[in-house]
């Protein structure tokens, strides 16, 4: 199973590089892509129309700003798009939140929070874990490991009243 991450531009990896992180926790190989849906549009539709041939199963697209990127990918492909809005303008993000999220009917991109790699590649995981049982499993154990990690620090918390 492989999961593709797309971002308009370097600036945006020390977000993303959660998600390769994350995925890899699960198991999951990823490829990793830096293009511009304005700038670079035919290395985008490339990208994105032979997505499928080069194993891939999901998509992660991230842009800033205008944040055009993911519905661009979506366009392209019949694979699932996570859009991932980044904060990169005096606006917070909140422009790219809106731009991935108000997509228009038929070509649907799954949005995350602002910066919220980390879920989308969690999101993406439990895509492929529909038909991966060994990714499943991992996602059971992520979940009982974080409500350990709560447990503990509930604990933690009460032992200090």
């Known amino acids: 199973m492989k999961a593709a991450i797309i971002m308009g531009s370097d600036s945006d990896w020390p977000i993303l590089e959660t998600a390769v992180k994350t995925l890899e926790e699960f198991g999951i190989a990823t490829e990793v892509m830096v293009a511009s849906a304005h700038r670079t549009p035919d290395k985008v539709h490339t990208f994105a129309a032979t997505a499928r041939e080069r194993g891939v199963k999901v998509i992660i697209a991230a842009a800033g700003a205008a944040a055009h990127l993911p519905g661009v990918v979506a366009s392209y492909t019949t694979l699932p798009v ?27 991109v799954a949005t995350m929070a602002i910066n919220g790699a980390k879920n989308a590649a969690i ?33 933690k918390l009460l032992a200090k009243q």
């Open 82 to 108: 996570i859009g991932v809005p980044i904060n990169s303008t005096p606006l917070n993000g909140v422009d790219a939140l809106y731009s991935i999220v108000q997509m228009p009917s038929g070509i649907p």
């Open 123 to 155: 999101f993406a995981a439990q895509i492929l874990g529909v038909s991966e049982a060994t990714i499943e499993e991992a996602l059971r154990r992520h979940r009982e490991t974080m409500a350990v990690e709560v447990e503990k620090k509930a604990a």
